[in-house]
């Protein structure tokens, strides 16, 4: 069962709410650490709350132009109302893998 900030291997899917797409996806590569004064070196708001650091490595991403829509992977876009989605079906992250890659 994934944790709230990830483990070493874990794929993560970046979702834009606009355009409405998912750009990219991720593979986490090391622990993730609380460490809200390197996130307030980027963006000082809510440093402290959302203070996680995540290493990660770039799986596949597509321009914004071309990248597929939830709907190609049969997901509701109101399942991510509370910011994210365990998908534990490993068929399909190679789907959105392989849409990333052909784009």
Known sequence: MPTDQGESGDLVALYLVEPGVLAA????????EFDPTTVAAERAV??????????VEVVAAAELDEAPRLAEFGIDGRSLQNGRKFVEDRQLWRRIARRLTAS
């Open 25 to 32: 996806l991720y593979e986490v590569t090391g622990t993730p």
């Open 46 to 55: 809510d440093s402290e709350r959302y203070g996680w650091v995540t290493p």
